[in-house]
RNA sequence: GCUCCGAUAGUGUAGUCCGGCCAAUCAUAUUGCCCUCUCACGGCAAUGACCAGGGUUCGAAUCCCUGUCGGAGCACCA
């Protein structure tokens, strides 16, 4: 219509005269359609094909990815503790555009805050291993607190073109200025003296607070956030790391990520939307250098539904310190080490990550998603055990089998079966206990009937519960069942395992009938054996 | 206050650039049925969304405006 405007005022004549052309297309099997289709108009055929192959991404295309010899990323974690949930967002989703790109990632600890963000000796080797987890390796890996050379050089550099300016403000008194768009004194220094004070910045020569050197931007910038900021500061804590404890004068992270970024040529930056500005602050100084700035892909905030402690770093650690939390890696914590241990496979987390996209809102991501994923991964091949938690005793009578063979896994015949001896008594969980007089289903014993405080067993066909009047239910029996105890996001719970359980060697997976999967963690404990929930 | 950004079912997402079988995709979730000696897996079905109001147009999830709500930055944190 937009090529015959006479057309315009007859339109809503236009879907009867289509309608049943429509109609009779549809009707059409695919194949035919696609004849014919592909008699009338092929390239059209073409387009839609293509479409069809890009379908299998979950992510979106990397923007101008094909402009690029090599699509370089670079995953910029600060190493202040093990990684939450969240952060696995970072990775999965580099990790996966890696692969579609057959490009490259490099990991970069931005560890330039000897003070404020202290970084822990132990969470760069910490990160490395949650990433490992997720299944990633990454091309490179460097420190920023190895590289103070090569950003005073480049700091230098800058100075010579007036790109900078040692200053001695207050943070407060620029801030002031700042906000009223006036320039503080300092700005027209002559290169000279800016040189120098900044020689005397990296020899160590001022103390913290006393003076920083500005990236000049424009003062009068409409967005405040872009206005002269700082590239360097003072810091008088030593860094841990030993290598740089001698270091005084630090970059700050725009200035640092800028200047690495592109010196390991990257091409891609993918990172949370906290930094939306810190790409414009850079381009300030990618202009200075006449470099071109990478491009960006920023997402919004995740959140883990799952949790009642908040996901940050510190927060987790302070919980720990306080005896809260027992480690990184307590059920209740919303870490990978967390997960790590309760059996979820990193691929799990890092499929549900890559669902989420990259979309600049805040998401919120169902733990269930991360479960759903997992199931489908371990289902098959987890053998079934019954755990019995809080069981109560109930002995048996009237001479039932000795022992109960059900299969390791259902659908697994091959695999064998499982020897469960009855003995005596068995012990049921409470809820599963039958009202007097009623039947119930021992799975893979029989049938019985709860009669003056002891379970009958009656012998009848399975039938009983087909015919959905017997219900059928775990057990364990009382004298040899195996103690375990089981961590979950909501505490432990203590149970008793079929004896074969005792067998299992630590990091096997299991799944409790009728309660969920678990991971075994321990066999030899206190407790007995030590299990983590994964989740039903 | 200044500056950015966003809004599709319970959750996530596709579709938005370039308006047209979009009464809207897929996954997950919930519920029911089937299968089953597990409440797992598998199969089937149901549930459920274009933030609001205007405008442009024959036609708006899609374009424009206003509003509402949400998020981020304005650090000598990362």
Redesign the pocket.
């Known amino acids: 219509?937009?090529d015959n405007p006479s057309f315009?005022?007859h339109?809503?004549q236009?879907p009867g005269v289509?309608?049943g052309?429509?109609?009779r297309?549809?009707d059409l099997a695919y194949a035919e359609k696609r004849e014919r289709l592909e008699e009338l108009a092929p390239e059209e055929l073409a387009e839609i094909e293509a479409e069809d192959e890009g379908d299998d991404h979950d992510l979106?295309d990397l923007p101008r990815a094909e402009e690029y010899d090599e699509v370089r990323m670079r995953c910029a974690p600060?190493p202040n503790g093990p990684w939450h949930v969240g952060h696995a967002r970072m990775p999965a989703v580099i990790g996966t555009y890696k692969e579609r790109y057959d490009g490259w990632f490099c990991v970069r600890f931005?560890?330039?805050?000897p003070e404020?963000?202290r970084p822990d000796l132990e969470a760069y080797d910490a990160i490395l291993e949650d990433l490992e987890y997720l299944g990633f390796e990454p091309d490179a890996t460097f420190k920023a607190s190895d590289r103070l050379d090569i950003y005073y050089d480049h700091a230098r550099k800058l100075i010579d073109m007036g790109g900078a300016y040692t200053c001695s403000?207050?943070?407060e008194e620029?801030?002031k200025l700042?906000?009223n768009g006036e320039a503080c004194p300092h700005r027209e220094k002559d290169v000279e003296t800016v040189l120098e004070e900044f020689e005397d910045m990296i020899a160590g020569v001022y103390d913290?607070?006393e003076m920083?050197l500005r990236v000049k931007t424009d003062i009068e910038h409409?967005?405040?956030?872009l206005r002269d900021w700082?590239g360097f500061?003072?810091i008088d804590t030593p860094h841990p790391r030993e290598e740089a404890e001698e270091y005084r004068c630090?970059p700050?992270?725009d200035f640092q990520s800028a200047i690495d970024d592109h010196v390991v040529d990257v091409t891609h930056i993918v990172r949370g939307?906290?930094?939306?500005?810190?790409a414009k602050r850079q381009g300030f100084l990618y202009d200075y250098f006449g470099w071109e700035y990478p491009e960006v892909v920023h997402w919004?905030?995740v959140q883990i539904d799952a949790y009642d402690v908040k996901m940050s770093t510190s927060t987790i650690a302070e919980l720990i310190d306080e005896g809260r939390l027992d480690g990184w890696d307590d059920p209740r914590a919303p870490t990978l080490r967390s997960l790590r241990r309760r059996g979820i496979r990193g691929e799990a987390i890092v499929d549900a990550m890559v669902?989420?996209?990259t979309?600049?809102?805040?998401?919120?991501?169902?733990m269930?998603?991360i479960?759903?994923n997992n199931?489908?991964l371990i289902?098959e091949e987890t053998d079934?055990r019954f755990l019995v938690r809080d069981g109560a005793e109930v002995p048996l009578g009237g001479s039932p089998p000795d022992e109960a063979n059900?299969p390791l896994h259902?659908?697994h015949e091959d695999r064998g079966v499982r020897k469960i001896p009855a003995g005596d008594a068995v012990l049921l969980e409470p809820?599963?206990l039958p009202q007097r007089e009623d039947r119930i289903?021992l799975?893979?014993l029989g049938c019985f009937q709860y009669t003056r405080d002891t379970l009958q067993y009656t012998g009848e066909d399975?039938d009983v519960?087909?015919e959905g009047d017997v219900d059928?239910v775990h057990w364990v029996p009382a004298n040899e069942s195996v103690p375990v105890r089981m961590r979950t996001m909501d505490g432990d719970v203590s149970g008793q395992a079929e004896p074969e359980v005792a067998a299992l060697e630590p990091d096997e997976m299991v799944?409790f009938?009728?309660v969920g999967f678990a991971r075994i963690d321990s066999v030899d404990g206190e407790d007995g054996t030590l299990a983590y929930y994964t989740h039903?």
């Open positions: 219509m937009g315009r005022e339109g809503d236009i289509v309608g052309v429509v109609g297309v549809n979106p600060n931005d560890d330039t805050d404020t963000k403000c207050s943070g620029f801030s700042k906000n913290s607070g920083v409409k967005n405040p956030a700082v500061r003072m630090w700050m992270l939307i906290d930094l939306q500005d810190s919004g905030h669902g989420l996209g979309s600049t809102s805040d998401v919120d991501l169902a269930s998603s479960y759903a199931r489908d289902d079934r059900p259902p659908n809820d599963d289903w799975k893979g399975i519960v087909r059928v799944q009938e009728r039903p």
